[in-house]
């Protein structure tokens, strides 16, 4: 190996980053200057890493939680000899179509984990991250799962209320697997932490049931003696490692003026003065980067040693393995799901659809019962997403497959998030539809990213009854289907319950909400085609008998109305069909073609669904009629708040009948 000086590797981290965010004229430097030594005592000691093959399955993983330090990140990609992270990419930093976006993007950067910026989400995915090796560990063994979950995170992480939850679940499930480095340099935008922070951390993690130190985040054996401690607690650990940002800046440094903008000419050459660093821009010394690739190749040894023993195992084992990595579902679900369908063509299920999908849910448990792993935000008894077969996951029941959470729906839902990108399940979570907003920014990530989880979300409407406005949701679907690439479902009975859960397993490019109720609702479908309707976004549920006049659009427990109002219309002469909407933005995403076809040509279009107008004009125009809430809820039995609200059957007939004059 090639003997170069700790100083000078972490400071080829420093000058690449002070670099490319004065190239940018925009970005972060304090931090990359602040926790170089950090890094590179992680990198070049301890991360099972291979730069030749950033996916290996029993790699370490490494989470950048506070992103806007994404500099030190690409700086590392690029010394360790990733071939993609080029010089060209560094000094493209912050620009349109680069690797090197302003925080780190999964999706866009090889070697990049999950994608972070929003404080917190990264230590809170990191925990479903370690919380999936430890599962899986227990099913294949040590041999084939061993890695650590490493995690540098900053002041605001820890300021955020999603890492109290994070840190409160990594603690109770014990996952000592996972080491948190937190970069403690006092300083946030505002100025010291002092002005709005008094919180001493290491006593929290410690109450959270963490090991936790402090320590001179500068002194490199301190470090590596803390990674080394950490690595043999039974406990998640926090080093906390007190450091000075933009460390080395003449002026700026330990100040706030080094977090979020560029030094400027005159102090970049005052840091790298005072580091020894080249001025030339962008260089890195022959002997410093060549030791920097040889730490980069450091972990192809073992990686090739782990690729021996996952060779030993039968091939049954083999496949499967590499089969739940690709998140590929088994040949054994879809005939499960095609079986079930029958079953309920024989015998109808009038029920809510919270409980048709705890149905299907046993279903899916028995055709993939080890990588279906579910969980609820402490509403187990009401979301119903609970297996009979399930049993608890716990720090001594890692082979249980079913989540308690607690009331954390924020930190559940950017769990589910690091389980995905680990990989090997197929995870999904549970709350009330009401309370994603306390879970949208990981939701919001979800969908950028495209992780395939599934958000089992019951208590869909005013239809929850006497928990009132506060648990009654009205704007939330439009909000959920206003996210980019997030699919919502609003199933409306139990055929349509398990076509959606079919079409959201199936679904590992983006997240999918199933928007379920609590009052029973009849089943309306009497056929199953091997299409699945539900795919389309909307289907016609009931034909017009010619041509029609009327038609009526819904979705969920809504559609049941919509069935009534067209049979009381069809009394009345008036031809009407009725169209199941179970995803509107699926709906719209359809060719123009399909879309006129389900949309039709009648004359009157109404849309009936116990929430806000919001989306339902791309399909029943600005003039259509909408029968549904201008308000917030009540408290009162479900079938009261219906009339009161005006979403009836007789109240769709009136509509039908002034808009025919």
């Known amino acids: 190996m090639t003997q170069v000086d700790h100083v000078r590797m972490a400071n080829a981290i420093r000058g690449l980053a002070m670099d490319a965010v004065e190239k940018a004229k925009s970005g972060h430097p304090g931090l990359p200057m602040g926790a170089a030594d950090m890094a590179t005592v992680l990198f070049t000691q301890f991360l099972k890493f291979d730069a030749a093959n950033l996916a290996w399955p029993d790699r370490d993983r490494f989470v950048l939680s506070a992103g806007h330090g994404s500099m030190m990140l690409y700086a590392l990609l690029y010394l360790t000899g990733d071939k993609q992270m080029t010089l060209d990419q560094l000094k493209r930093f912050r620009q349109v179509d680069s690797l090197t976006p302003g925080h780190p993007e999964n999706f866009r950067t090889k070697g990049i984990e999950t994608t972070t910026g929003p404080l917190g989400q990264g230590l809170a995915t990191a925990v479903g991250m370690a919380l999936a090796e430890k599962m899986l560990a227990a099913e294949f063994g040590k041999k084939i799962v061993d890695h650590h979950t490493y995690v540098l995170v900053s002041d605001g992480d820890l300021m955020e209320g999603i890492s109290q939850e994070a840190i409160a679940l990594a603690g109770v499930w014990r996952l000592n697997k996972m080491i948190v480095?937190?970069?403690?340099?006092?300083?946030?935008?505002?100025g010291p932490t002092s002005i709005s922070d008094s919180v001493d951390q290491i006593k929290r993690f410690k109450s959270a049931g963490w090991a936790a130190e402090l320590i001179d985040g500068q002194d490199q054996a301190a470090i590596a003696a803390a990674i080394t401690r950490a690595q043999k607690s039974s406990k998640p650990s926090l080093i906390a490692c007190k450091t000075t940002i933009g460390y080395g800046a003449p002026t700026k440094a330990g100040t706030n003026k080094a977090h979020g903008e560029a030094l400027g000419a005159d102090e970049l050459k005052g840091a790298k003065e005072n580091l020894g660093i080249s001025l030339e821009p962008f260089s890195v010394p022959d002997d410093v980067l060549k030791a920097w690739r040889e730490a980069g190749s450091r972990g192809a040894a073992a990686r090739i040693e782990w690729e021996a023993r996952f060779a030993e195992l039968g091939p049954r084992k083999r496949a499967e393995f590499e089969r739940r990595l690709r998140h590929e579902r088994p040949a054994a679900l879809a005939k499960a799901f095609r079986d079930y369908k029958k079953k309920l063509l024989e015998s109808p299920l009038n029920i809510a659809t919270r409980?048709?999908?705890?149905?299907?849910?046993?279903?899916?448990?028995?055709?993939?019962?080890?990588?279906?792993?579910?969980?609820?935000?402490d509403l187990t008894g009401s979301n119903n997403n609970k297996a009979k077969s399930a049993t608890g996951f716990s720090a001594k029941t890692p082979k249980g497959r079913f989540i308690h959470y607690g009331i954390r729906e924020h930190g559940m839902c950017a769990a589910l998030n690091g389980i995905f990108l680990h990989g090997g399940f197929a995870p999904n979570g549970a709350t009330f539809l009401v309370f994603t907003d306390y879970a949208r920014g990981a939701m919001r990530l979800a969908a950028l990213m495209g992780t395939g989880v599934v958000y089992v979300m019951t208590h869909d409407s005013i239809g929850l009854g006497e928990d009132g406005p506060t648990h009654q949701p009205v704007e939330h679907l439009a909000a959920l289907r206003a996210i980019p690439n997030m699919r919502v479902f609003r199933p409306c009975d139990a055929v349509e319950v398990a076509e959606c859960w079919e079409l959201a397993l199936n679904r590992t490019d983006g997240p999918t909400v199933l928007a379920l109720t609590r009052q029973n609702v009849p089943q309306l479908r009497t056929s199953a085609p091997s299409d699945n309707p539900c795919s389309h976004g909307a289907y016609e549920l009931v034909a017009a008998q010619g041509d029609a006049k009327v038609s009526l659009f819904a979705s969920g427990s809504e559609v049941e109305i919509a069935v009534a109002a067209q049979k009381d219309l069809a009394g009345r002469g008036i031809a009407t069909r009725v169209v199941s909407v179970p995803s509107l933005e699926l709906l719209l995403a359809q060719p123009d073609d399909k879309q006129k076809t389900v949309i039709g040509n009648a004359p009157v279009k109404v849309a009936i669904e116990a929430a806000v107008r919001w989306g339902w004009d791309a399909v029943i125009g600005h003039d259509g009629s909408f029968i549904g809430m201008h308000s917030f809820g009540e408290s009162g039995p479900a079938k009261d708040l219906f009339k009161y609200f005006g979403i009836t059957a007789e109240a769709t007939v009136n509509a039908v009948l002034k808009r025919l004059g």
Do not use: Q, R
């Open 355 to 377: 409980k048709s999908s705890e149905a299907v849910i046993d279903v899916i448990a028995e055709a993939m019962p080890m990588e279906f792993v579910a969980g609820s935000a």
């Open 181 to 190: 480095l937190y970069d403690d340099n006092g300083i946030s935008i505002d």
